[in-house]
Nanobody, 128 residues
Framework: QVELVESGGGLVQPGGSLKISCTSSGFIFDYYALGWFRQAPGKEREGVACTMSSDGSTYYADSVKGRFTISRDNVDNIMYLQMDNLEPDDTGVYYC?????????????????????WGKGTLVTVSE
């Protein structure tokens, strides 16, 4: 079965950096789009960043563009999200997902189905 496991979350001060990772198994890693969503307290899950396996194109939410960088290690089947210049609004649970990149804008979790796989999330808290 497909399994996605996030790690690396924690507490960081505003302006700081954090790198989180997603290890995967049960599928052909480089044939899937893979990316990150996040869910702030009391908010809906939103797309953060995604990378396509086919052409290497990426998607970044406007709120993180220029601050976050997504990358993939296709040897060890690990996806990373490097987060720099973190802001309090970046706080939330970050989820790894196979949701195709084109679905990130305007994403609604209710539209997620059996073909989409999710990790359990890792908590990132940006605070003094």
């Amino acid at each position: 079965q497909v399994e996605l496991v996030e790690s690396g979350g924690g507490l960081v001060q505003p302006g700081g950096s954090l790198k989180i990772s997603c290890t995967s198994s049960g599928f052909i890693f480089d044939y899937y789009a893979l990316g990150w969503f996040r869910q702030a307290p009391g908010k809906e899950r939103e797309g953060v960043a995604c990378t396509m396996s086919s052409d290497g194109s990426t998607y970044y939410a406007d709120s993180v563009k220029g601050r976050f960088t997504i990358s993939r290690d296709n040897v060890d089947n690990i996806m990373y999200l490097q987060m720099d210049n973190l802001e309090p609004d970046d706080t939330g649970v970050y989820y790894c997902s196979t949701v195709p990149c084109h679905r990130y804008p305007g994403f609604h979790y209710s539209a997620s189905g059996a073909a989409d796989y999710w990790g359990k999330g890792t908590l990132v808290t940006v605070s003094e």
